[in-house]
DNA sequence: GAAATATTTGTTTGCGTACACAATTTTTGT
DNA sequence: ACAAAAATTGTGTACGCAAACAAATATTTC
């Protein structure tokens, strides 16, 4: 069955006995094309089950699309937002050859006035198509106020605000990563063991890491064991290793039975340095697959690690944006990744595991 | 900064003063090309910051490539068979433009001389790569050394022969896969409880159940907990109601104290429908996130699935087969999937989450 | 019923590359 | 020095599609 290659416009054109122009103003819905010349080419296209050539296509058309990035500036090269931000370039990057192309603007965390700014810059280069980590709520809603002026679309990814006009959200379930947090952590402690949460914040601008000690009480709140487990919170301000001394000092003094803690963010490594430091035994659970992280998970002073693929939601956006480009698909209002619960004994897979991309075609001399 | 768009065969060209011809021949090394002007070319090409484009090189090559799977008949709609064949199929279906054909042969698990029927058909089938989930270990020998006749390259998926000359195994490591299922299974058991691993098979053939055994003892000789806990398997080779529940009501009535049970395979949804009928409480670990599995998990009859993600290894088999088609390039010859440990409450994540594709290309009238 | 206009259809060029073939230049042998 | 052979370089066509342009009908207008 040496199945003929597939059929082509030519195809159409010939079936049907019009010029591969009328076949294309059909495809196109082009108009000024003859009712009964159409319903037969249309006819044509499902008989001979045409689909478009999308190299030819997109070689034809050679139009190019510009994505821009904002996101936070990863504050160290093992900071959780390098690794969005990778999915995103790299992504970008296997796109290169189908007219994408990509600037990323990283924006200051601990500065307002540096995402107003970068913000600008994004809408000086005239993106196609952005990519936005919307962390400082108010300047957020401004600058999408701007891109719904001009018609451009985006997508939020790792956190997201209600009720905007974005293509997507494409991220973790806020909530519920407390929650399984939360579930987790009674499975390895005690009825009435106490829990500390720790929010390590600079800026108080952000409330996901409220969303999500919501989630992990909401729990406890659930499942009624009457127990007389406390759990609190605290906010430590600050990534400075005396601040957190400090702080956490503080809290166990008052509260030497605490047994588990909980870190909202990605920052859990260094609450497990301030135990190991202090020779304490407490059973933590933390956020995101970084290296420090890793190293004291496999150390044995983190009990879990919950990561909501960074890379991919960077890797899914810069998709769901070529999709719509070409294709004018929508992509589903709200994607939520997977919560993945990661032991010591499971981490490496993780980290080992990388997936081959479409582009990155290198002459190889 | 109106960047300029990317620079082309033309471009370089022009810049070293010789004809495209040239060019093309420095490009693809096909020599006849005078060492002076080969050398400015070159030059020419990491200045320009040259690469090709993909999308014309594959239409003007218009080389067709035929992929064939050789993977196990799903046995109902909801098998895990399903997984990865769907994953490469769907994958298979997005390269339709960059020439990549498929076809699937399945054979059926039961049954040797079917394997053996199907993978002649394959090679019929004259295919330029081929994914394979190598159950039968002598008769995938024997298909292989055939493939390796014809220079065919193949992938295994799923699991693996050693020693081979595969391009790649993509698939879990059985052995961690035991080794996760008995840190889970410790973490919701006291130090004492029993233990039962059930390994649900009808063929005796395949040895991977034996390895995730393995695995899983190792885990508890590991920790030198020096709990009194027994540790005992049984085989059923059937998948029966009738059978599983007479094989479990004589184990049970002989090991009442059995508080946790470890089903190696996808079937665990099928012991956890005996314990619920029997009003047996029992801790339960399966893998794969299959409908039936899901449903009792949400029913609390089953604490972890451990997933080994089959549609991506379905879908990473394509693009490494693609990969090194396209571009000869040659990928790890072990690529373990990461072991998602799942539970309840993150379940939904997995199910929903859908990662867009490329292709795909319907007109949308 | 012819001119003017509107509608429909066909043709051509270009996207960037691969490759066959033609044309040119260089080298070799005598 | 000159033909023949070898090495090098240039040109044209094709891949399948998109879109501008040109041509051919059909319809309207007076």
Redesign the pocket.
């Known amino acids: 069955m040496d199945k003929s290659?597939?059929?082509?416009?030519?195809?159409?054109?010939k079936f049907v006995?019009?010029?591969?122009?009328?076949v294309?103003?059909v495809?196109?819905n082009?108009?000024?094309?003859?009712?009964?010349?159409?319903k037969k080419i249309l006819e044509a296209i499902k008989i001979l089950n045409?689909?478009?050539?999308?190299?030819?296509?997109?070689?034809?058309?050679?139009?190019q699309r510009h994505i821009c990035s904002l996101l936070p500036h990863p504050d160290s090269t093992n900071s959780f937002w390098q690794l969005p931000k990778k999915g995103v370039k790299q992504t970008a990057a296997e796109y290169k050859d189908f007219g994408i192309t990509y600037t990323a603007f990283d924006y200051d965390l601990k500065e307002e006035s540096s995402f107003v700014e970068k913000s600008l810059a994004v809408l000086d280069a005239n993106p196609d198509g952005v990519i936005l980590a919307p962390l400082f709520r108010k300047e957020s809603e401004l600058f999408i106020k701007k891109l719904e002026e001009k018609q451009i679309p985006y997508i939020f990814i790792d956190s997201f605000i209600p009720d905007q006009k974005d293509l997507s959200y494409i991220g973790p379930d806020l909530k519920g990563g407390g929650y399984v947090a939360a579930k987790l952590m009674s499975s390895i402690l005690s009825p009435n063991d106490d829990i500390l949460i720790v929010n390590l914040i600079k800026s108080v601008e952000n409330s996901n890491l409220n969303v999500i000690e919501k989630g992990f009480r909401e729990f406890f709140n659930d499942s009624n064991i009457n127990s007389k487990r406390e759990i609190k919170s605290i906010t430590i301000p600050s990534l400075e290793e005396r601040d957190i001394n400090v702080e956490l000092t503080k809290y166990y003094l008052k509260n030497p039975e605490t047994k588990g803690v909980f870190v909202t963010n990605s920052k859990a490594s260094l609450i497990a340095k301030y135990h190991v430091l202090h020779e304490l035994s407490v059973k933590m659970i933390g956020f995101d697959l970084l290296e420090d992280n890793i190293k004291e998970m496999k150390d044995g002073n983190i009990d879990y690690l919950i990561s909501q693929r960074p890379f991919f939601q960077g890797s899914m956006a810069v998709k769901a944006l070529f999709h719509y480009f070409i294709y004018k698909k929508i992509p589903s209002k709200l994607q939520l990744v997977p919560l993945d619960i990661i032991i010591k004994e499971t981490v490496d897979y993780y980290m080992d595991f990388k997936e081959p991309t479409v582009g990155n075609f290198l002459s190889k001399n």
Do not use: C, E, M, Y
Not at 17 to 22: A, D, W
Not at 30 to 38: A, E, F, W
């Open positions: 290659r597939r059929t082509t416009i030519q195809d159409i054109a006995n019009v010029s591969i122009g009328t294309d103003r495809i196109h082009r108009g000024n094309v003859s009712p009964d010349k159409k045409f689909n478009p050539n999308f190299l030819a296509s997109t070689l034809a058309l050679g139009k």
